[in-house]
């Protein structure tokens, strides 16, 4: 299997160890390992010790963003895998896809997040149709001037839309680089918290593969606001979905939806504006 990186800017998240250490794609923790440079290949590893992860320098305002993963096999259950998007400061953006992890035999639970101007907690968890420990799967975002669209193998499972017209901050002023982390998420990740990580499976390895960024670098924030004109980026252009894709979505939700904050009552005895209005 080959995989693609589009631009020069996705060379930025080659994982080749000397580009870790000399250019500071290393974030925390354990040094990750390289399994296979040539298919820029990289290893996060969790202990008792440290956690791991590494991220872009870069930062990009709207763009297809994605990885390949191969998740913790056997038991993982307290560990969060983890790849997202993120600015800085207390009213941040940030578009994130955990794994939450499971004891053995036990499914992984896939949480998508959004936070807007540092508005967060819209929190959404589905059940995977595939064992994510057997093999890669491609998990990406689209995003740019009207949604934020997840998906995994390109089937959308998520989309989160543009209702700045209806009060609700939206991520399209800040820019965000992009991170992975593998780490100890037991006070809440696997059944809230009640299922821990147990140490003598450690090390704990998830494996990430084919860097895809295709994106507007956004470089001091000199050319910000030219990344954020539609008419000028083609990655703050949003394509209509397919019927296809709108069909897939429907189904994700329809079978595998587990969790979705809109209908948290004990969190939000009033649903947050968004929720009132069609995911698509």
Request: proline share 4%.
């Amino acid at each position: 299997m080959s995989y693609s990186t589009s631009d020069s800017a996705a060379c930025e998240l080659r994982v080749a160890a000397q580009s870790i250490l000399s250019e500071g794609y290393f974030l925390f923790g354990n040094m990750p390992s390289y399994s296979d440079a040539q298919r820029e290949q990289v290893q996060l590893v969790l202990d008792q010790q440290a956690a791991a992860g590494f991220g872009s320098k870069s930062k990009y305002l709207f763009g297809n963003i994605g990885m390949y993963i191969k998740l913790v096999p056997g038991y993982s259950a307290g560990t969060v895998t983890s790849l997202y998007l993120s600015s800085n400061g207390a009213t941040h953006d940030e578009l994130d896809f955990e794994f939450l992890g499971n004891i053995t035999g036990q499914p992984y639970i896939l949480q998508t997040n959004v936070y807007a101007h540092g508005v967060g907690n819209r929190e959404q968890r589905i059940n995977l149709w595939f064992d994510p420990t057997a093999d890669f799967h491609y998990y990406s975002v689209n995003w740019n001037q009207n949604y934020v669209m997840f998906l995994v193998d390109n089937v959308p499972i998520r989309v989160f839309k543009n209702n700045q017209n209806l009060g609700v901050p939206y991520l399209n002023s800040q820019a965000m680089a992009v991170y992975t982390s593998l780490w100890d998420g037991s006070q809440w990740a696997t059944e809230g918290g009640r299922v821990k990580i147990d140490w003598q499976y450690a090390p704990f390895i998830a494996t990430y593969e084919g860097f895809n960024v295709d994106g507007c670098a956004v470089q001091n924030n000199n050319n910000l606001a030219g990344c954020a004109v539609a008419s000028s980026n083609k990655w703050a252009q949003a394509p209509a979905l397919t019927w296809h894709q709108t069909n897939q979505l429907k189904w994700v939700r329809h079978r595998y939806l587990v969790y979705n904050y809109c209908t948290d009552k004990m969190r939000y005895p009033t649903p947050p504006t968004e929720c009132g209005t069609s995911i698509l």
